[in-house]
């Protein structure tokens, strides 16, 4: 059963700034994938870090399983929200198990070293991911995808309700990016929330059961992907020309495509 | 539609290479067999440790017979007829082993924070005196050596503003309620450079022929002048700290992602900062007002240890421990010994530890 | 922009010249004009000093004391810092803290104070020497001598002087003097075997180990009273360390437990510390009670100077063998001294404080530092 976040007129601005964001509310609960989309530079990463209690707002508040965030914790937070972030490859060489070992620390004492339980629970995590032969690795001997795997397992080694990813797509080869989502769906068949915030509509509309779109610092729109993943909201979100084509069987989904005047080759 | 293969095999299934798809754009780095075997290197290094401190007792300028030394040694535990001079006993006793037991305490001490610094400041070119407790502990001993002739009160004194240099560097760090690591660098720069000048303006005013002579003595590194009343006060506050760091070693670990990652992971990082800090300047304050200002240590057994174990401060700073305090017994062995006068130590560490450092660097990887 | 930088490079050029036509030579072809005269310093250099009224920075710290010895302080216009902060030199010459003292340690010479002040010349020693010479116009009168020079050199240094201040008679009286005392002493300590002579350590600085070894001018200085240097083996001139003046340095405490001295003599805390000290009080030194504050006068007596030549040798045979001296009070000699040599009348209690090592230097402000 997965853990919920509510967020009640949440609004962030950096000290002496404007606001990034203002008056956002919105609850994600029980299951499922929300992807949160927008342009570069809307927030959605500072809106997922106050999600995750890494950021504090500038009003508003949030609330994880109704008790307000900013009172908690970091151990009580992490036990329940795992985030995923865009970082590069750490320059220490420690190996691949022992960086997804690190997820345990919120279920350990200040005192306590890892047990054999949470070396288990790590081999799973990475197992989940589908990079168990990467255990033994120094993680400066991986590629940027495979680290992106490996922050993924790092999440979920933590146990958590609810799994925040920042753009875990973005840096990855088509292979690797098909092997994110996959596990993403995975895990929230098993019962897992996640928010993931993305730059590609097509992957809402693949792996998401519900969408936002945060753009111009509010909500433009949300619910689910058929809703808010229209033609007209994505030329309002990013100012780009898209089709939303229904493609049948065997893949029966519909898909979202650029399009560009440019673009346009007719056959002579 | 899934994306399952068609097979209906999943994707976790071991796979690999094809699993990542991409090759490994960095060369593959194989594990030295010091990383696969770490509970073996502690086990070594502490008989290393004893070797060394085994030699050490049986070296110095005053002849002790061998088997003299280890029926001194052993007439405190079990009753043996006494064979040997009072000064003998003395030169073992009062001298040699307390100076090995600072030598153990001063290496293992500096040579473990300076580990846990670099693990928390994610850089391996820092030392625990990077917050400014040396210079701080220098400005207290300085007053201390100006204002009377009492060791005590000297020693005292620096240790006391040892602390107060850190102390005031973490303040003045604070950006609301965090303590980021670049305010922490910065401060502790600031803080050393103040208390700096104030030592140098206490040289000024103190007569140029004693008590400056003594001020600049003093801060040179030295277990010359370590005793046993020293040891009973600074033995037990050093290896306190010294534990307090092993224990949350692993959790260091986590530091070194990064304040933002570590806090996502449930590490309340503020407050192992300042228990870092808190242990390592402890620690720190107290080597320097035993034995002065001896260099090096902290900033290159850390690095020693890593090519020997790995990043993992799980067996880096048990081996740090280990390391620092064969080290520093080792050359103040050399120190007192070479010479018919006594060489000072911050020399000797340099001159002993720096080949030593450079082979290593050519053998293995150098960086993390 | 061509244009612009040759005339900045011929500006620079000129700027150049014109510094080098600043340096400071040394009078070495100038003639003797009426009013002057000429001589020779202990480097062998030649400078021309007027015959009357001439002023002199004194830099140095055993040497400040002979311009007093030979009455001539008056014309010494920049002193050196240690000296004037000594207590007993402050008692002698109350005047003294309110001379300009440019010269704090060997190598620390503010010029801009010496400049200043603008004495005619400096007496100074090699470094400080370099230093006012590449600095200033002032001509120098370099002295030569170091950590290992014994009576010899003394003399020939006082004797320098005298002829430096035009006093040789007042030079010639100090030689009398300490031959004189060194007669004396070795007289009464003639007869005693080699192997009973006592043997006699100095251990300086708060660990008591800082000392002056065999290749040092403390040997001589020691057996003249009839004693021996206890590390008479070991070189302590080698390399000047920081932290320690040139000629001292550490040893080890194994080292003191081997030669196990007769008598030691410290500069920092209390004798008792020594007894109180799990490390020192086997030594027989501790044991019968002959640990002595290293006695200070007009300057350290851990130095070669005009004083400790005389009297410490004279204070240390007291102590090792008390019973070859016991008809005259070491105090009287002491007094007699600085009369005799000095001009300077000292009371008993005075005298007592020097043999005590209770004579220190005066800090915090109470010099006047112009």
């Known amino acids: 059963m997965g853990s919920s976040i509510s967020l009640e007129g949440v609004t962030f601005s950096y000290p002496g700034g404007s606001a990034v964001f203002a008056d956002i509310s919105l609850t994600v609960e029980d299951g499922g994938v929300y992807s949160l989309l927008g342009p570069n530079g809307t927030g959605k990463s500072t809106l997922l870090k106050c999600m995750a209690g890494l950021m504090a707002p500038s009003h508003g508040r949030v609330l994880l399983d109704g008790r307000d965030i900013a009172g908690m914790q970091p151990h009580e937070i992490a036990r329940r929200i795992g985030f995923v972030p865009q970082t590069q490859v750490s320059p220490f060489p420690f190996l691949v198990r022992d960086i997804v070992l690190m997820g345990r620390a919120s279920h350990l004492s200040v005192f306590a070293a890892p047990s054999g339980d949470d070396e288990a629970i790590a081999a799973d995590a990475l197992d989940r991911v589908g990079i168990s032969h990467l255990a033994e690795r120094p993680c400066t001997g991986i590629s940027g995808g495979e680290w992106q795997l490996v922050l993924i397992a790092r999440a979920i080694a933590q146990r958590p309700g609810i799994l925040l990813l920042d753009e875990p797509t973005s840096h990855l080869d088509l292979g690797n990016q098909v092997r994110v989502l996959d596990v993403i769906r995975g895990l929230a068949e098993d019962g897992m929330t996640i928010v993931v915030a993305t730059h590609f509509p097509d992957h809402a509309l693949l792996t998401s059961s519900r969408v936002a779109i945060l753009k111009d610092q509010r909500i433009l729109a949300m619910g689910p992907p058929e809703e808010v993943i229209r033609e007209d909201t994505m030329h309002q979100a990013y100012g780009a020309d898209v089709r939303i084509v229904h493609l049948g069987d065997p893949i029966n989904r519909r898909i979202c495509v650029p399009v560009a005047a440019t673009f346009r080759r007719g056959t002579p | ?368 | ?370």
Request: charged share 15%; hydrophobic share 45%; aromatic share 8%.
């Open chain 2, 1 to 368: 539609m899934s994306l399952k293969p068609a097979d209906g095999r999943g994707v976790h299934a071991g796979e690999g290479a094809r699993a990542t798809g991409t090759a490994t754009p960095k060369q593959v780095q194989s594990r030295s067999w010091g990383e696969q075997h770490p509970g073996t290197v502690q086990v070594l290094l502490l008989g290393v440790l004893g070797i060394v401190a085994f030699i050490a007792l049986m070296a110095g300028r005053y002849m002790v017979p061998p088997d003299t030394v280890i029926a001194v040694v052993l007439s405190s535990v079990f009753p043996i007829e006494e064979t040997w001079t009072p000064t003998a006993a003395s030169a073992v006793v009062n001298v040699r082993i307390p100076r090995i037991i600072a030598g153990l305490l001063v290496g293992a001490g500096l040579a473990v924070s300076g580990a846990s610094f670099q693990g928390m400041f994610r850089n391996p070119l820092v030392s625990s005196q990077i917050l400014g407790v040396a210079a701080g502990a220098g400005f207290g001993a300085a007053i201390g050596i100006l204002i009377s002739d009492s060791l005590v009160l000297v020693q005292v004194l620096s240790f006391v503003f040892g602390l107060l240099a850190v102390g005031a560097a973490y303040g003045l760090s604070r950006v609301r309620s965090t303590t980021p690591i670049l305010m922490l660098v910065l401060s502790g720069i600031v803080i050393a450079s103040l208390f700096s000048a104030l030592t140098s303006m206490v040289k000024y005013v103190a007569d140029p022929m004693n008590k400056m002579p003594a001020i600049v003595f003093w801060l040179l590194g030295s277990l010359n002048h370590v005793s046993a009343p020293d040891l009973m006060v600074l033995g037990p506050i050093i290896a306190v700290s010294i534990a307090g760091l092993l224990v949350v070693r692993w959790r260091i670990n986590v530091l070194t992602m990064g304040d933002e990652e570590a806090r996502a992971l449930g590490v309340n990082t503020e407050h192992l900062k300042l228990v870092i800090i808190l242990l390592s300047t402890v620690i720190t304050a107290a080597a320097v007002c035993m034995s002065g200002i001896i260099g090096w240590i902290g900033l290159v057994i850390p690095h020693m240890g890593r090519m020997l174990v790995g990043p993992d401060n799980r067996y880096l700073l048990p081996v740090s421990v280990l390391l620092g305090g064969a080290f520093l017994i080792a050359v103040d062995t050399v120190a007192r010994t070479a010479a018919p006068a006594e060489i000072p130590i911050g020399i000797l560490t340099a001159i002993i530890g720096a080949p030593i450092f450079a082979v290593l660097l050519r053998r293995n990887n150098p960086g993390w």
């Open chain 3, 1 to 370: 922009m061509r244009r612009v930088s040759f005339v900045f490079c011929m500006l620079i050029l000129a700027a150049g010249l014109l510094c080098c036509g600043c340096t400071t030579t040394t009078s070495g072809d100038q003639g003797a004009t009426p009013g002057t005269r000429t001589i020779t310093d202990m480097e062998g250099n030649q400078i021309v000093l007027p015959s009357e009224g001439a002023t002199f920075g004194v830099f140095g710290g055993p040497i400040s004391q002979v311009p007093y010895l030979l009455g001539a302080n008056a014309s010494v216009t920049a002193v050196t810092k240690g000296p004037q902060m000594m207590e007993m030199m402050q008692e002698m010459d109350p005047g003294i803290v309110n001379k300009p003292a440019p010269r704090t340690t060997n190598g620390n010479v503010n010029i801009e104070e010496l400049l200043v002040t603008n004495p005619g010349c400096v007496i100074a020693f090699d470094v400080d020497g370099e230093i006012v010479e590449s600095h200033t116009d002032i001509p120098v009168i370099y002295l030569s001598g170091t950590m290992s020079d014994g009576f010899d050199e003394m003399r020939r240094e006082i004797v320098f002087m005298g002829e430096v201040f035009q006093k040789p008679e007042r030079a010639q009286a100090y030689i009398n003097y300490l031959d004189d005392t060194l007669a004396f002493l070795r007289e009464r300590t003639a007869d005693i075997p080699e192997d009973e002579r006592v043997t006699v350590f100095l251990g300086e600085g708060v660990s008591h180990l800082q000392t002056l070894g065999g290749d040092t001018f403390f040997t001589e200085w020691t057996d003249a009273a009839g004693c021996t240097n206890a590390v008479s083996a070991i070189e302590t001139t080698q390399g000047q360390q920081e932290g320690m003046h040139s000629g001292i340095n550490e040893i080890s405490m194994e080292q003191v437990l081997a030669v196990d001295p007769y008598i030691i003599i410290i500069d920092t805390g209390r004798p008792a510390d020594l007894a109180a000290d799990a490390r020192w009080k086997e030594l027989r030194a501790v044991k019968e009670g002959r640990v002595y504050k290293e006695p200070t006068g007009l300057f350290l007596w851990s130095r070669p100077s005009a004083e400790s030549a005389v009297l410490y040798p004279l204070w240390l045979a007291y102590a090792a063998y008390p019973d070859r001296f016991d008809d005259v009070p070491l105090t009287d000699r002491v007094k007699d001294f600085y009369a005799e040599i000095f001009g300077y009348t000292i009371s008993d209690e005075q005298a007592q404080k020097v043999i005590d090592g209770t004579y220190g230097s005066v800090t915090f402000g109470q010099v006047k530092q112009s």
